[in-house]
Nanobody, 124 residues
């Protein structure tokens, strides 16, 4: 089983940047595609971005395309989410998880081994 731990959240102002990290441990050879999701108060958990662990192909939600960049460091077993030009609407708890499914997998039910989440708050 893979264990995932997020870090890097915080309180920033609109227009600022943050980089989130997702450290993987355990059966890391099971990693195929890592995804980032977010959940704002009173809203459903929504897909943000995903990356294939081997090869690095990426996929983004339209709401973050051009502002967020997902990456990974295979040697460190760590995934990253670089968030630029942050907006108040980006305020949420951000989670990472992984899936064995293809790039078209974006539903939370398609992913597993969820981390505990890291809070991102963007003030206007």
């Amino acid at each position: 089983q893979v264990q995932l731990v997020e870090s890097g959240g915080g309180l920033v102002q609109a227009g600022d940047s943050l980089r989130l990290s997702c450290a993987a441990s355990g059966r890391t050879f099971d990693l195929y595609r890592m995804g980032w999701f977010r959940q704002a108060p009173g809203k459903e958990r929504e897909f943000v971005a995903s990356i294939r662990w081997s090869g690095g192909s990426t996929y983004y939600a339209d709401s973050v395309k051009g502002r967020f960049t997902i990456s990974r460091d295979n040697a460190k077993n760590t995934g990253y989410l670089q968030m630029n030009s942050l907006k108040p609407d980006d305020t949420a708890v951000y989670y990472c998880a992984h899936t064995r499914l293809s790039i078209t997998a974006t539903a939370p039910a398609d992913f597993r081994s969820w981390g505990q989440g890291t809070q991102v708050t963007v003030s206007s």
